[in-house]
């Protein structure tokens, strides 16, 4: 009779401290999402509020995993995949999520959200693949190509202010524009430049 394998142990018992923060933005983006659906429902402003304040704690457990991961030397392959996960609900669908609930809901709108996040997940990939390429003789990556993807918490907070001032729906900066019978918000284009920008080869040096 052979005996049976060993079982490894429950998948939350491997995650180090780091993880937990990571997995904390992760869940601060899904809120985010939850926020502006909800929002979408009732039109109560100060759930934008909400969507916005969760990506930027989302930014802050962000900061804090890298940290506490390399203050405990517990980095592992495990915690990058988890960090790009979460980056592209944070940062990613959370941002287009707060563009489209504050009025970038035409057709040429959607595309360009769609083509933003797509952008952060292809940036995210190639940052996994080409990272220990990038790093050094202290195994630290030393630059990014291409903008990393939290820089989104820029667009969200033009957003909040946009809200803030009652100018979102009909009202959105810049006004929208016609095209062959389809809607274009110009604002969404500040989207457009941020995801090629993401999947540009511009090097930025990495803190």
Known sequence: MKTPPPRSPAMFRQF???????LSNAACGAGAVFSMMTY?????????????????LALLFDFLDGR?????????TMGRELDSLSDV?????APAMIA????MQGLYDRLVLIYFVV??????????????ALSG????????EGTPIPTSIVLVLV??????????????????VEIGGFELHPLVLLFAASGTLMVSRVRIPKP
């Open 68 to 76: 506490i991961a390399r203050w405990r030397r517990r980095a592992s």
């Open 89 to 93: 609900i944070s940062f990613g669908v």
């Open 119 to 132: 952008c952060g997940v292809s940036r995210l990939a190639r940052y996994n693949v080409t990272a220990e």
């Open 159 to 176: 957003l909040i202010v946009a809200a803030s001032s009652g100018a979102i729906g009909d009202e959105l900066p810049l006004g929208m």
């Open 137 to 144: 003789d202290d195994d630290k990556v030393k630059y990014f």
């Open 16 to 22: 180090a401290l780091a993880d937990w923060f990571t």
């Open 100 to 103: 489209y609930g504050c009025g």
């Open 40 to 56: 979408l429902q009732v039109r109560e402003v100060m759930h934008i509020y909400f969507a916005g304040g969760l990506v930027a």
